[in-house]
């Protein structure tokens, strides 16, 4: 406590330094809770608390607001816990470490939590100062939204009345997200069959790729590791007779995979063919990816020769047929936002079992229709294959509205305290927005928030001074609502 003090606003610091001594990870947000009850109940305020660990509280128009339409103000209470590996800090009890160094806010060692904690700090201060001019507030704090917008997921929507929403969970100041995708992952799961030969065992390897988020980097064309084995397998397999043992590569859907491995078992007299047509894929591939992604590497390695279990011809058929026609990549660009990738899919994970294959496929779409086709695909793709598919994680998207009364007084609102307009951004990744876009009608939403960098890492570190704009701005906004 009182780590804060002299930042300014100081109504939003002093909230947030008490904030960072209640612990408030995904998951351990019981606490917060409690905060958040004992802060209305002190202050009067009507609160709505649900299963899910949401709480919604309820303030009344400024004089002269109170019959306006309200407005909703969210954020999510938990936190990411990443610290330095060399940091003993328990997450479950310990408040942060509260630096400041410049115009950055940060706790030693660990997360801040400033991605979404500052919205809390916001909403309260808001909550809590009585010179501010507003509509009636229903402000709404999500619970885990870091594990899978699980609060959002469950929250009743009849707890608001409001129809526009300013969500404070994004990280950069001066853009203003007005729409984002929805997703899912698509498993597929193919029985497969093995038979015994003796032969040698060959390892193929691919690596060195760059990755990344499949939300944010699929615009950037990066070889996926998954799908470059695709066609590896097939060359080689055109270049000599080539058993399929296993094929494994990604860790996540939602990561463009860096590394993919095969084990495969050829003729021994046909070991030479098969290191020249790896040879032969690398030059290729690093070409293909010039000035795109420059580290890939291909590597043959061979065993001795011994009896193994490998697919038998059908499997093996099916297997390579799926790898290869599995979407990757953007399917679609947005017609109506200029550089937004509107559909796209990742093939992430792929595992092979002793008697199955599966895969993960991660499809995003700022439409639904969009998504639901990429779906389809898989879907039918898998049972050509042999195999079935199911979907799990979906979340959905939050359509940019072509006409948005809220966002159009946020531009002005912010043009004229700037002199510039904001940037109006839509995101190829899952926000809390979309939740309530499914289910409120003619909702009407904008996210914003100050300058966090790093979030989610130990290196987290919240400005300042982008603190004290946003709020003024909110304020400001606030104020010009109708
Ligand atoms: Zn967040």
Redesign the pocket.
């Known amino acids: 406590m009182d780590r804060l003090t002299g930042l300014e606003p100081a109504g939003v610091f002093e909230i947030f330094d008490v904030i960072c001594d209640i612990p408030h990870g995904s998951g351990n947000t019981s606490a917060m809770l409690d905060f958040l009850k004992r802060f209305a109940e002190e202050r009067e305020l009507r609160y709505k608390a649900d299963e899910a660990g949401n709480i919604v509280i309820y303030k009344d128009g400024s004089k002269g607001k109170e019959t306006l339409d309200p407005v909703i103000l969210q954020?999510?209470m938990d936190?990411?816990c990443a610290k330095r590996p060399d940091v003993s800090h328990d997450f479950l009890t310990e408040p942060l470490d509260l630096t400041i160094e410049g115009d950055d806010l940060y706790a030693e060692g660990t997360s801040l939590g400033g991605?979404?904690g500052i919205?809390v700090a916001f909403m309260l201060a808001i909550l809590d100062d009585e010179s501010l001019v507003h509509p009636p507030i229903e402000a709404v704090f999500t619970n885990d939204?870091?594990i899978g917008l699980l609060g959002a997921t469950s929250l009743d929507v009849s707890l608001l009345k409001g129809r526009r929403m300013i969500n404070i969970?994004s990280?950069n100041e001066g853009i203003f997200t007005c729409g984002c995708a929805g997703g899912s992952s698509v498993d597929f799961i193919m029985p497969i069959k093995r038979v015994r030969m003796k032969g040698l065992p060959v390892l193929l390897s691919i690596s060195g790729l760059t990755g990344g988020h499949s939300g944010v980097k699929i615009i950037d064309n990066l070889p996926n590791a998954n799908k470059l084995m695709a066609r590896l397998l097939h060359e080689v397999d055109d270049a000599a007779v080539c058993c399929l043992e296993s094929v494994y590569g990604g860790e996540k859907d939602n990561a463009i995979p860096t590394d993919a491995t095969a084990h495969i078992v050829i003729d021994e007299i046909d070991f030479h063919t098969v290191s020249k047509a790896v040879e032969k894929f690398e030059k290729d591939i690093r070409r293909e990816y010039r000035g795109i992604d420059e580290g890939i590497r291909v590597r043959v390695e061979k065993g001795t020769v011994h009896k193994i279990n490998v697919l038998d011809a059908e499997s093996q058929e099916n297997v390579l047929f799926f790898l290869l026609h599995a979407p990757y990549g953007v399917r679609k660009m947005s017609g109506l936002v200029r550089g937004l990738v509107e559909t796209s899919s990742n093939l992430g994970v792929v595992r092979t079992g002793d008697a199955e294959f599966a895969c993960t496929v991660s499809v995003r779409s700022s439409v639904g229709s969009g998504r639901r086709a990429l779906e389809r695909e898989l879907y039918s793709l898998g049972a050509k294959c042999g195999g079935s598919c199911r979907t799990s994680g979906e979340y959905p998207e939050w359509e940019y509205r072509p006409q948005s009364a809220l966002r159009d007084t946020m531009v002005s609102v912010y043009t004229s305290m700037y002199g510039e307009e904001p940037v109006i951004d839509v995101i190829h990744a899952g926000l809390e927005c979309g939740l309530f876009a499914q289910r409120i009608r003619g909702f009407d939403a904008v996210s914003i928030g100050p300058d966090v960098r790093d979030?989610h890492t130990p290196n987290e570190k919240l400005s300042i001074s982008s603190t004290r704009r946003v709020w003024e701005f909110l304020v400001a906004l606030l104020e010009k609502l109708r």
């Open positions: 954020g999510h936190m990411v991605d979404d919205a939204e870091e969970d990280e979030v």
